[in-house]
T-cell receptor
């Protein structure tokens, strides 16, 4: 089945640790996105990539990093510089940019312990 | 800066009722608008995508309309069922082409049996 897979579903991070969230898609989509969702709020864009080996900062990129070495994969690293990382993280992909339908993964819930 | 508002934040209706969810946006220069459904602790599921040149889209019991000039979209759900209970989010894409969507905070719908 085609789709977007995020792993793990739950992730616990200790203070000062870097953690990496995985996002893989087999839809042959060019564009991929990372969003953060806090309780009762809409989604905020962290990073996006429109093509392999290129990515751009979104609205809340501080404390996060990404890579796009393969078309299918867009991992997100939450670094120790992110002071409030506890949130629900969602990965999305689209065939191209605006005008094409966005598809989402099932999310990763990150908790700082 | 684009702002997307969804009112009401929560809605409770008896089963079988027809209902309308509202989405308003401040900048009418959009590429498209997409409606999503989100179940608790899950990712977003795409419901309908309306291009800026379209007035409405239909899928089963769902009908979404778009009035770009007034900055409004509605999602009409016919003959609501308990399984429709979820949070519904709308998102608009600017004309920049990168697919950097702006999301509303969502309307949480409860359909009572």
């Amino acid at each position: 089945d085609g789709g977007i897979t995020q792993s793990p579903k739950y992730l616990f991070r200790k203070e000062g640790q870097n953690v990496t969230l995985s996002c893989e898609q087999n839809l042959n989509h060019d564009a991929m996105y990372w969003y953060r969702q806090d309780p009762g709020q809409g989604l905020r864009l962290i990073y996006y990539s429109q093509i392999v080996n290129d990515f751009q900062k979104g609205d809340i990129a501080e404390g996060y990093s990404v890579s796009r070495e393969k078309k299918e994969s867009f991992p997100l690293t939450v670094t120790s510089a992110q002071k409030n990382p506890t949130a629900f993280y969602l990965c999305a992909s689209r065939l191209q940019g605006a005008g094409t339908e966005a598809f989402f993964g099932q999310g990763t819930r990150l908790t700082v312990v | 800066k684009q702002e997307v508002t969804q009112i009401p934040a929560a809605l409770s209706v008896p089963e079988g009722e027809n209902l309308v969810l509202n989405c308003s946006f401040t900048d009418s220069a959009i590429y498209n608008l997409q409606w999503f459904r989100q179940d608790p602790g899950k990712g977003l599921t795409s419901l309908l995508l309306i291009q800026s040149s379209q007035r409405e889209q239909t899928s089963g019991r769902l009908n979404a309309s778009l009035d770009k000039s007034s900055g409004r979209s509605t999602l009409y759900i016919a003959a609501s069922q308990p399984g429709d209970s979820a949070t519904y989010l709308c998102a608009v894409d600017p004309r920049s082409g990168a697919g950097k969507s702006t999301f509303g905070d969502g309307t949480t719908l409860t359909v009572k049996p």
